[in-house]
């Protein structure tokens, strides 16, 4: 919720520069804003569906190996130290 009003907030004060005389500005202001629509939209919906399919099982695998790891060597020092 509060990364959609952020860039909405951003994005509505971007596009006050359209109706700028200069045109450079006014390009300036409906690109940002534009751009800053497409960021929205994909992380608040393409992030979450990468990571819903194979991507985010893969990226967990990888967590919980290293994890293991940490807790294992953890575990190896304790025993190791009288």
Do not use: K
């Not at 909405?8 to 300036?28: C, D, G, H, K, M």
């Not at 294992?72 to 130290?81: D, I, L, W």
């Amino acid at each position: 919720m509060a990364m959609t009003q952020t860039a909405l907030v951003i994005a509505l004060s971007l596009l006050l520069l359209y109706p700028a005389e200069l045109l450079l500005i006014s390009r300036f202001g409906w690109v940002l804003a534009a751009l800053l629509a497409v960021a929205w939209l994909s992380s608040v919906v393409v992030l979450p569906a990468l990571l819903a399919g194979p991507l985010g099982r893969l990226i967990e695998d990888v967590e919980f190996r290293s994890r293991t790891r940490a807790m294992a060597g953890e575990h190896r020092s304790v025993t190791r130290n009288p």
